[in-house]
């Protein structure tokens, strides 16, 4: 990680993480994009499309070899089999999860009707509201790291953690805490706003009148509620052609680990002993769009089209298409420099550290600085 004041001591002594830096970057964001070849920028609707058919194609293969073979293997290779599937098959849709994603963000097509439509489509097969999370979504990149304004994973303050946190922050809490997390985190997010920004009454984005959203944007929140019912429709009658659990074990289960790692993949992203986070006197664009974290996921990177580690780029340029961040991130490390942050530790080591050290945030007590937060873990 990128140097930006003292090493935070943690409990091993060579374990050393230095904070990011967080005063104003002597360079803008022109200056980032020209150091970017410009065909970067370029969307390719062929290009795109492809990548949706191949998503598609392979999740496609492997529900036809699990619901054409699996019952003809002895049972207990079958038991075997089917962990695998879902496994297999959470992890593609995951990839499609992200270029619907992308579509929010019109970095699929030059057209937002196409983006539009191909994400309505892929977000609603997935029970995720198109539109709705696209505002939301939308409203997190305009205001990353602001202790105010950010929608989601807003850290607390120290006088914020609940009283029973304390009987959690230990290995056994902190398993049931990543539990509960990874596979309530999303819908409880979607319906309840738990993790969100706090509003001033009810926020949820399956609602029209929420206060998430503007006037102008109410209409097409009714949209999205059409596509989670016409999906939801669809699986009710699967489930009454098939059975509740055929349509688990193909749906159902792959479903949870979508849910899973678009929770774990956001919360790494923007969850680090080494992030600042900034109140409202000294919070910018710049300087919150960097305040996030490439990681590696190994093969899965390219499985989840990159978003994993070119999270930087994307938070700096969120129209470029996931199959030029590569060379983006590449190009434009020279010029953030320390500014530039990538933790190659693996994920799920990862995931268990941040959810130990990143308990709430609070002021350096030794800087004159007073609007510059940062993590920390003891209760």
Partial sequence: MGAGGPPLQREKKESLIQPAPHTKPPFNLSQIKKAIPPHCFKRS???????????????FLFYYI????FHLLPSPFAYLAWPIYWIFQGCVLTGVWVIAHECGHHAFSDYQWVDDTVGLILHSALLVPYFSWKYS???HHSNTASLER?????PKAKSEVPFYSKYFNNPPGRALTLLVTLTLGWPLYLALNVSG???DRFACHFDPKSPIYSDRERLQIYISDAGIFAATYVLYRVAMAKGLAWL???YGVPLLIVNGF???ITYLQHTHPALPHYNSS????LRGALSTVDRDYGVLNKVFHNITDTHVAHHLFSTMPHYHAMEATIAMKPILGEYYQFDGMPFYKAAWREAKECLYVEPDENSPTKGIFWYRNKL
């Fill in 45 to 59: 609707l062929i290009r795109s499309f492809s990548c949706v058919v191949y998503d598609l194609s392979f999740s």
């Fill in 66 to 69: 699990a619901t054409n073979y």
């Fill in 137 to 139: 979504h939308r409203r």
């Fill in 150 to 154: 950010d929608e989601v994973f807003v």
């Fill in 197 to 199: 920004r706090p509003y």
């Fill in 248 to 250: 688990i074990c193909v």
């Fill in 262 to 264: 678009l929770v774990l």
């Fill in 282 to 285: 000294e919070w910018d664009w």
